[in-house]
């Protein structure tokens, strides 16, 4: 029996807790969560009774569009400014 998942390389989720979350973000534990109650900010993945975590590539990936969209900004505002 040929499965597609076996034809797909998966990689590894990796789960990382608050305190590694707060310092890859630089934000504290009340802005994370009401972020990602908001839908701004990667939810996270209960892992049974009170332990929750959060799946490193989803936290990267919101690091990596923040940069992103400060530098578009900061790239979109020194063009304007240039053109004056």
């Not at 490193?56 to 063009?79: F, H, M, P, T, Y």
């Amino acid at each position: 029996m040929n499965n597609e998942r076996d034809d797909q390389h998966e990689e590894p989720v990796e789960f990382i807790r608050l305190p590694e979350v707060k310092k890859l973000v630089g934000l504290g534990t009340t802005k994370i969560y009401t972020m990602a109650s908001d839908g701004l900010f990667p939810k996270q993945v209960k892992l049974g009774g009170r332990a929750v975590a959060w799946v490193k590539s989803e936290v990267l990936q919101w690091n990596n569009d923040q940069v992103i969209a400060a530098r578009g900004q900061r790239d979109q505002a020194s063009a304007s400014s240039a053109s004056k």
